[in-house]
């Protein structure tokens, strides 16, 4: 039976930045490094985390710019710059081969990550997105541009979060106050502010969200077991895209999540039963 634990946070120094991490389960056992979306944070990875931490070590990072990890001086937010975190941190952790898991924005991270250093990669999940943009990405780049910067509670941030995404709103009122305490703190003013650097989510309002590097090469190279995660109704990655990056991967599987857009949690039984299959496969 699942747990209501929390992940131990924990901080590292890498590329000068002081980067913050959740981690759950026993330090000896297979690693899965999870890595979230633009408008996430490593709490995104809790509920998964709780359901597999009895038999793995989950890591989730707060990508720069977001949640605990610090913000880049330089405004240093391409994927090239999140990719190379994501490798000091697997490097410092001393982790020689885990399951790489990215959501969103994170799987462009882990797909540029895969690039550099397949060998690393026991297995990876491509959490509904792709190599090339579509409609969905500008979406949620000119949302977050326009919500507000403050809210007066807790209360009011987590029902506009609901407002603004109905797979946030499905979910219980419990898991909904902790991933918000993952994007929001409270001020020396008590109210409740984005945990995450203004300036980045200026720049992607005024310049579009970063260019992504030329992947489907590295996809087409990939020999470990690849999970392609796509919901239905989602306008980040479409159905032809999806089938595209499966049929690439050399080890590659559609999963489909009926009725769910962007993103999938990766609770959903089509999803919670593929992860299970890959994992029980590599570890």
């Given at each position: 039976?699942t747990t209501k634990s929390l992940p131990t946070s924990k901080y590292?120094?890498?590329?000068?930045?002081?980067?913050?991490?959740?981690?759950?389960?026993?330090?000896?056992?297979?690693?899965?490094?999870?890595?979230?979306?633009?408008?996430?944070?490593?709490?995104?990875?809790?509920?998964?985390?709780?359901?597999?931490?009895?038999?793995?070590?989950?890591?989730?990072?707060?990508?720069?710019?977001?949640?605990?990890?610090?913000?880049?001086?330089?405004?240093?937010?391409?994927?090239?710059?999140?990719?190379?975190?994501?490798?000091?941190?697997?490097?410092?952790?001393?982790?020689?081969?885990?399951?790489?898991?990215?959501?969103?924005?994170?799987?462009?991270?882990?797909?540029?990550?895969?690039?550099?250093?397949?060998?690393?990669?026991?297995?990876?999940?491509?959490?509904?997105?792709?190599?090339?943009?579509?409609?969905?990405?500008?979406?949620?780049?000119?949302?977050?541009?326009?919500?507000?910067?403050?809210?007066?509670?807790?209360?009011?941030?987590?029902?506009?979060?609901?407002?603004?995404?109905?797979?946030?709103?499905?979910?219980?009122?419990?898991?909904?106050?902790?991933?918000?305490?993952?994007?929001?703190?409270?001020?020396?003013?008590?109210?409740?502010?984005?945990?995450?650097?203004?300036?980045?989510?200026?720049?992607?309002?005024?310049?579009?969200?970063?260019?992504?590097?030329?992947?489907?090469?590295?996809?087409?190279?990939?020999?470990?077991?690849?999970?392609?995660?796509?919901?239905?109704?989602?306008?980040?990655?479409?159905?032809?895209?999806?089938?595209?990056?499966?049929?690439?991967?050399?080890?590659?599987?559609?999963?489909?999540?009926?009725?769910?857009?962007?993103?999938?949690?990766?609770?959903?039984?089509?999803?919670?039963?593929?992860?299970?299959?890959?994992?029980?496969?590599?570890?």
């Open positions: 039976m590292l120094t890498a590329n000068g930045l002081r980067l913050h991490y959740l981690e759950s389960g026993d330090a000896a056992a297979p690693p899965v490094v999870c890595v979230h979306g633009y408008t996430g944070s490593a709490e995104a990875f809790n509920v998964p985390a709780r359901h597999f931490q009895q038999r793995f070590r989950i890591i989730a990072p707060d990508v720069r710019g977001h949640g605990e990890s610090a913000w880049s001086p330089e405004g240093a937010y391409r994927y090239s710059d999140q990719a190379a975190d994501l490798a000091a941190l697997v490097d410092r952790l001393e982790l020689d081969r885990f399951v790489l898991i990215g959501t969103s924005m994170g799987g462009i991270i882990a797909m540029a990550y895969a690039a550099q250093a397949p060998e690393r990669l026991r297995g990876l999940v491509i959490n509904d997105i792709g190599p090339d943009a579509e409609a969905g990405s500008s979406r949620i780049t000119q949302m977050v541009g326009a919500r507000p910067d403050a809210f007066a509670s807790l209360e009011e941030a987590i029902d506009y979060r609901a407002r603004m995404s109905p797979i946030l709103a499905a979910r219980s009122s419990t898991d909904q106050r902790e991933l918000a305490l993952g994007v929001l703190r409270q001020a020396a003013d008590g109210s409740w502010q984005w945990k995450m650097d203004p300036a980045y989510i200026e720049q992607r309002v005024t310049r579009g969200p970063p260019a992504r590097p030329l992947l489907w090469p590295a996809l087409a190279a990939l020999s470990c077991p690849t999970l392609v995660i796509w919901g239905s109704d989602s306008d980040v990655l479409s159905e032809a895209q999806a089938r595209r990056m499966a049929a690439t991967l050399p080890r590659g599987e559609l999963v489909t999540v009926p009725g769910i857009g962007h993103a999938p949690t990766l609770v959903e039984p089509p999803a919670l039963s593929a992860l299970e299959r890959l994992l029980a496969a590599v570890s």
